[in-house]
């Protein structure tokens, strides 16, 4: 909505690294439930499995600042010595001086003792100091995946995003790729976290909290919800259509009155 307003362009991309938990299966079902609620995306549909050429040069280019290292730590090692930070454990560069083979490690980066500040449009100025708060964060797995943190910042200078419309769960995130964003002299797109949708205990809705999968013959009812929730003006009679919600959705749609915090469906 907010790429529409602007008359912007609304990119698809596919999250799809981790291949032992995605499936093509996966990934047309997503595509049919977006379609069947509208949302038609812009140009050609972008998978993060076909990018992996461009993901080696990133990498490549990082390791020749000098800034790569292998580690070779498990989880469970890292609990054991690991301070907790706000978001969770820090690492303490347990192997940032051991020159390990980058063969079956996980592979680092260092971080500096610097603090990373952004400006997000909804949640305002969110700031996070790199080595106290998260520590050597990994961008490639040991299992030889690479991780969320390098591809994103890669995919969105490729696909020449300039803002980033997400959930407020990837706040803390953000920090992490402005500061690889810097280090390859790549363009910092403007964010907005949207709130998340939680359920009556509070967990986010996900299929890690075992919520219903979206209703594809519900559309314009999910879209009316959605709309509530994001604390848009209500219409004077529901829509018929989908292509109806958007002809009067469109030029009513303000971000100035998305709430921050979690929305909920109950209550």
Known sequence: MEARTYQG???LRIDDLDVFRTSQDISDDIIGTLACHGLHWDGPIIYQNQQMTHYHETLDS???QGLIYACACSRK???RVARRGRYGLVYPGTCRHLHL???GN???IQVPHETIC???SLQGRFSQQLDADIGDFVIKRRDSLFAYQLAVVVDDALMGVTHVVRGADLLDNTP???YLQRLLNLPEPRYLHLPLLVGPTGQKLSKQTHAKPVERKRAVKNLMTAWSLLGQTQPDECPSSVDEFYQWAVP???ARKIPRGPVSLIG
């Open 9 to 11: 362009q609304w990119r």
């Open 62 to 64: 990082l390791s020749r």
């Open 77 to 79: 090692s890292i609990s």
């Open 101 to 103: 083979p980058h063969l």
């Open 106 to 108: 996980a592979l680092r």
């Open 118 to 120: 952004i400006d997000d």
């Open 176 to 178: 992490r790729q402005v």
């Open 252 to 254: 009513q749609w303000s």
